[in-house]
């Protein structure tokens, strides 16, 4: 860290016009390859789904069996029973001559408009059964001539259609490319809110504007070359389309405050009179250890789903794992080198001497405008505000009272008991609706109720039943596939089993040795008795049609697919959370040269873990909230979501235990006194540890304007688990179970001491120099962070 601390501050205009310059690099890069080019892997080895869609690929017919986007046609006075108003003749006016709506065919009850061919015309004949029995309700389905449309696609379609509504004709759409076409747009994106949160947040910790901008432009660095790399990984890999906004959420706010620790700790440095290079090298040679130990700690946790096996999560993986890699790499070496060039001015003017830079920091800052028309406001309201600011500085420094963190630390010692079990009983509390988790695959019914997706799925199901979007199959493949008799024997046993809608059921041979028989069930598609029904074809109801082997029958479909991959991903959860969990067990007793303190870890870790995900299955599947917070209707949870959810987590926490433990581990390494080392570390960290919470909260719930059920769940879901990780884990829980322990805390065999490695989070880089005996009691730090 020495080394690489003194490069960053001795050769920091060439650190910055490297950042500068590998950005505009990546970036000119990605442009070049066409942009990213995001694609689900769904494919699992070894399950009944899998077997049938390679199958129906080999048959060309992988691409057939649904349509890309539904339109529901209501009629609110009269029938549909014929066409109304020459649908049909508009419709083709209205999307077919536009190029970015890429419309193949659009299929009605009356007739199908041909998009694709020059002439136009149609050349299907009426699908009558389209049109429900009351007649009031049609389905109209929308075929793209593209494999994959670009995201805007279904927006172009939605806009061009919906102008075909009127007084008498409801039109909705839905399906799953059109979830969102109708989201309404934030008067503030979800990066640039978590930014200005994140900016004001450290304005009040730093106060002072060198200071409070520097995190944000190492976030923005490591996001803009992040970003870059991800979309040049979907070039070479599958990659899911909502990595790019977890990337986001997790550069934004693990970033700004990986930044944040390491500024406080220069600003600390400082303060006890070390030169700016002094300051830099100590800062990284202690709360850049830490950071480096977390992010390690995070990109492994990330990269532990890549071992469950699932395609599907090896793009998010990866992707994660570079954004919070050039974090880190932002954090060691663009901010050192920023700070080195800022000086002394990290510090308030209250707290720093006059320095000849302060004219050329003025002057950079004033080369890119938005910043200086940004520096000059706040350079004003500093100066408007400086008797006042003057006086509080006056009193802090006259006072003989604690600070707040100090007594805070000495509550919580001399009630220990009371708060280790006040913490435990809140935690285990919200952790119970975790075990009541229905792992599935949300659906339009689980989209804001104002949604034209969730209206037209609501008027499918009225109309139609509710199983009508269940889409399932049987894959017939063998000599008999193509039997008649045999077709009609299976067709004869769909028939008999219970909650298939038996007048659904439709046998179509496709090859020589494959035919397809299609039915729907009578549940909804996210229903657990649909999935019970696909597991009861499985195991029971088919079995006695291919004794010999020789033809095999698979059951394929959406909710099949779905019912596959959550049961891979279900029988390997167990190993990749103990992986997980172990590693970083190993980790972290190697570090502090500790036992208990990594065992206790793990296990706070892991109970936050457990009430965070409660919270989320009480807000997304029972629907505490929802409705309110813009989520929807309340449904199962997608069977990814808790595996990666609990891999940034578990990272994410370890990030609070190791700046907690290491700064109490460093005092415990000084005076031996546990006592004195947890009431120090709380201290001097308790206040930056809140404050790195709010941006985190901020950063993360903004992201529930965004779109997209996934990124929504991760967003709440990640600031719940930050809050109660930042205000009950480590400033209840971790100080009353440590001061519990006493001495204990620090037990490491000696046996065990000799064989593994010595590694420390804390290189003690800092001349010594002892905490004043009232410090315990007074005020530990000098730095006004703490009273935050």
Known sequence: MKALSRFATRHRWWVIIGWIAAIALIQVLSSSAGGARYKDDLKMPGTDSQAAADLLAKAHLAQQSNPTGTLVLHARTGTLASEPDGFIQRADKAVCGVKDAHIATITTPWGQVACTPADGKSDAAPRPDLISRDKKTAIVEVAYNEAKPADTTPKVVYDHLKTLRSHTLQIEFTGDSFDSVDAPTPVVSPQVLGFLAAFVILALVFRTFGATLLPMISAAAALGSGLGLIALLTRVMPVTDFTSALAELMVIGVGIDYALFIVTRHRRNLLKGMSVEESITAALSTAGRAVLFAGITVCIAVLGLCALGAGFLYGVAVGTAIAVSLTMLASLTLLPAMLSLLGRRALPRSQREELPSDKRVKLLLCVIPPLCVLFWALYLLQWALRPVTARLAARRATSTHPLLWTRWAALVQRRSVIAGVLAAVILTVLALPFFSMRIGHPDQSNTPASSTSRKGYELIQEAYGQGYNSNLQLVVAGPRAIDKTYLNTVTDTLTTVPNVNKSSITALPISKDIALVAFKSISSPQDAKTVDLVDHLRDTALKPLHPDGNTKIYVYGETAMFADFSASLSSKMIYFILAVVGLSFLLLMVAFRSVVVALTAATMNLLAAGASFGAIVAVFQWGWLSEPLGLGAGGPIEAFLPVLFFAILFGLSMDYQVFLVSRIHEEWVRSRNSHRAVTVGLSETGGIITAAGLIMILVFSGFLLGN?????????????????????????????????????????????????????????????????????????????????
């Open 708 to 788: 997209g059920l996934t990124i929504k769940l991760l967003g709440l879901g990640l600031a719940l688990a930050v809050f109660l990780d930042a205000f009950i884990v480590r400033p209840m829980l971790v100080p009353a179970l440590m001061q519990w322990l006493g001495n204990a805390n620090w037990w490491y065999p000696a046996w065990l001491d000799k064989i593994t490695p010595h590694v420390t989070i804390e290189a003690h880089e800092e001349p010594e120099s002892p905490v004043p005996a009232d410090a315990l009691g007074l005020r530990p730090v000098p730095d006004k962070v703490s009273e935050l």
